[in-house]
């Protein structure tokens, strides 16, 4: 599904919010400029000190433990992480998708470096109420290869399939889909749709995801995640479910 969106190209708007609808996510090859993508590129590394140098630093991977490193630039005001979020073609995507009244959450850079496992199968808030939803909307500066990991799979349709599957292990789905994000690249994400990230086994992965959500959503949306064996509240770090004691009860 390639869709060129440089300069003059211009989207089917309302095709692609029915698109997402179906599917829960949608995918946008060439959707920003390169040179705003290096713009963020550089900006990303630079907060992370992930030159290729310091990633052979062994003392600093041996003590780190976090498997994605989050930073959300707007919060601390490198403005240049605006001109995504008011991108027109972005705003008008959103717009069709949540309708009117949806509102921006934050910005969130996400770092993994080598040997990292990823992200585990989950949905980003708990799908019980159906109205009440983020999406992602998911940056790649750049590409992210088989050979780099870290690739984004989906499960097509599960944004209305209800709760992911609780289990102890790592599950493969019929209509699973594998993403691999290119430089440029938007790839539009429903909270309730199941999805993982591979484990990187390059140098290193970045992500940016501008949240957003429809009107009436509560801000704090994606304060607990649904994993397939627990619900964890971000904001109490804290396991609030384990799912796998109910699983076998
Ligand atoms: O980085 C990605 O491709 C997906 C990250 C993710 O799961 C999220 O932002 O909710
Ligand atoms: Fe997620």
Redesign the pocket.
Known sequence: MTIKTTSSASLNIEALSKQFWEDGFLVLENFFDDSLMDQYHSLILEHFGNTPEFLHNEEFLNKSDTEVIPWFPQREGVEAFDTVEKHPMLQALTQAILGQGWNSQYSMV?FSKQGTKG?AW?Q?CPPENRDHFNM?R?VYTMDVSPEIGGL?MVVKGSHKQGVLPASDRDETFENEVVLE?KKGML?LLHGHTW?R?TPVVGDYRV?T?YRCAPKGTPDDITDICVYRNMRYQFSVSRVVEDRLAKAVS
């Open positions: 996400m992200q989950h980003d992602n998911l984004t994000p790839v999805h990230v992500s995801n």
